[in-house]
């Protein structure tokens, strides 16, 4: 629930390979649509889209996460990228 703290930090599945899967998937639904439609507006919001998301919830929502986690967070974010792809 989005206006509701954190009660665990989810780490398996796909939040193994992306710490914000839902926002992934929301950009690459636009990339999507943007093929499927032909349409090359859909090619120009996805990145707004992704900057906006960034910027307004994302880095709010790790700030939140760090405080409530601590170590655990910092583990977690070590190892698994904003968007997609594993740290070495």
């Known amino acids: 629930l989005p206006h ?8 398996t599945g796909p939040f193994a390979w992306s710490r914000n899967p839902i926002y992934l998937a929301n950009g690459l639904l636009l990339l ?3 093929g499927l439609f032909d ?10 889209a992704a900057f906006a998301t960034d910027s307004l919830a994302i880095r709010r929502e790790e700030r939140h996460l760090a405080a409530l986690f601590g170590a655990d ?9 904003r968007w997609v792809g594993r740290h070495k």
């Not at 509701?4 to 780490?11: I, K, P, Q």
């Not at 349409?39 to 707004?48: D, G, I, L, T, Y």
């Not at 967070?73 to 990228?81: A, D, E, I, L, M």
């Open 39 to 48: 349409n090359a507006w859909f090619f120009v919001a996805a990145p707004v």
């Open 73 to 81: 967070w910092v583990h977690y974010s070590g190892r698994t990228r």
């Open 4 to 11: 509701r703290a954190a009660t665990a930090l989810v780490t």
């Open 32 to 34: 999507g649509l943007g």
